[in-house]
């Protein structure tokens, strides 16, 4: 769990590769996330040069937001943070409370993460594939939020078949079939219980609405039983919002502090107070999605008892008459017998002379 109250939405603010390498641009996103209410604020780690081949072509949406001519490389070199960065950064987000954490996307990054204390580990959804770095993840025994874009539900299985081995061998699976042996095991897979959870994630910037599918959060949830939440790389804050609503544990959202910067990830990105706002929307979605019990709530009794009728003469009775259909019928009156009393009354002995639209004893 990454949050102690099953209840509560955790939002993590991507700042991402926003901050274009520049240090006060970087320091600026944590006080965005921070002032904004968010519950953290997330960077990406990584080494350029062990992530991506000189040959590594640019997502169409990388070179539609940034220099097509430039390579892939080329443009994540420019966007690396240094580890004095990430501890400032972090130093950063404590003072103002906010939880600061960060992608890894190799095994020397992860080390660093994990050395440097981040609370949990999201796994992006490009790495999901990756068995050795999911393995490796699984190793630091933090909690894992695991992004599935771009999967199959098979894919997510294995991802979560190797996490699930990572959890409970001690040396890396000779292949694969031991990872599927491994997680026949009922054991093995309820160690996943309380310490993964899932965001469904389409992996397009921005997504088209019409290629959200948010009810594949159902799915994921229905097929693993683990907390589920929404990468969220649409425009507004519509989706997230909704994606709330279904029953997201998690919503990690992209922003920037000016959506006209060049970069990769400016333009799918909220400004400030678009993230501020569409917080200020998910607390007030958390708030009245309230418990599945169906009861009177506290501010309903009063308009209860003004609103609902109850068991009135229909004209003067006198004490003695035996009730019938047409001496009785209802009337909002404030206190007497509920008006489903109303049958059960009849054929009983009038106690007292009632007027009419008087309430009727038992």
């Known amino acids: 769990m990454i949050h102690p109250d099953p209840d509560h939405v955790y939002i993590i603010a991507e700042a991402g590769?926003?901050?274009?390498?520049?240090?006060?641009?970087?320091?600026?996103?944590?006080e965005a996330a921070a002032d904004a209410g968010a519950d953290a604020v997330k960077f990406q780690t990584f080494n350029a040069n062990k992530l991506v081949a000189e040959s590594a072509p640019k997502a169409a949406y990388q070179n539609r937001n940034t220099d097509a001519n430039e390579s892939q490389l080329t443009m994540l070199q420019k966007l690396e943070l240094s580890p004095d960065m990430h501890k400032e950064l972090q130093s950063h987000a404590n003072a103002l409370g906010i939880e600061f954490i960060s992608t890894a996307f190799d095994a020397g990054s992860l080390g660093f993460l994990v050395d440097l204390g981040i609370p949990f580990f999201k796994i992006p959804s490009g790495e999901l594939a990756n068995g050795p770095l999911l393995w490796r993840f699984a190793k630091?025994?933090?909690?894992?939020?695991?992004?599935?874009?771009?999967?199959t539900l098979s894919e997510?299985?294995?991802?979560?078949?190797?996490?699930?081995?990572?959890?409970?061998?001690?040396?890396?699976?000779?292949?694969?079939?031991?990872?599927?042996?491994?997680?026949?095991?009922?054991?093995?897979?309820?160690?996943?219980?309380?310490?993964?959870s899932l965001l469904h994630c389409t992996s397009q910037y921005p997504?088209?609405?019409a290629e959200v599918n948010l009810r594949a959060m159902d799915t994921l949830g229905d097929a693993f039983g683990l907390p589920v939440g929404?990468?969220?790389?649409?425009?507004?804050?519509?989706?997230?919002?909704?994606?709330?609503?279904r029953g997201a544990k998690i919503i990690e959202k992209h922003f920037t502090t000016d959506r006209t910067l060049a970069g990769p990830d400016h333009a799918a990105s909220l400004e400030p107070a678009e993230l501020k706002n569409m917080i200020e929307k998910i607390r007030s979605?958390?708030?009245?999605?309230?418990?599945?019990?169906?009861?009177?709530?506290?501010?309903?009794?009063?308009?209860?008892?003004?609103?609902?009728?109850?068991?009135?003469?229909?004209?003067?009775?006198?004490?003695?008459?035996?009730?019938?259909?047409?001496?009785?019928?209802?009337?909002?009156?404030?206190?007497?017998?509920?008006?489903?009393?109303l049958w059960d009354m009849i054929g009983q002995t009038a106690a007292r002379d009632y007027q009419s639209g008087q309430a009727i004893e038992k």
């Open 17 to 30: 590769v926003n901050h274009n390498g520049e240090r006060d641009l970087a320091f600026a996103l944590v």
């Open 140 to 151: 630091t025994g933090k909690p894992l939020v695991v992004s599935t874009g771009m999967a």
């Open 156 to 196: 997510v299985e294995l991802g979560l078949a190797i996490i699930a081995h990572g959890l409970t061998a001690q040396a890396e699976p000779a292949g694969l079939e031991e990872v599927w042996r491994n997680w026949s095991d009922t054991a093995v897979r309820a160690t996943l219980d309380g310490h993964i």
């Open 207 to 209: 997504t088209p609405m």
């Open 230 to 245: 929404y990468s969220d790389h649409t425009e507004g804050d519509l989706v997230a919002i909704t994606a709330v609503a």
């Open 285 to 341: 979605v958390q708030q009245v999605l309230g418990t599945a019990r169906k009861v009177p709530l506290t501010c309903e009794w009063d308009t209860r008892q003004a609103a609902r009728q109850q068991v009135v003469a229909a004209h003067d009775i006198p004490a003695g008459h035996i009730l019938t259909r047409q001496n009785l019928t209802t009337a909002r009156c404030g206190h007497g017998l509920p008006a489903v009393e």
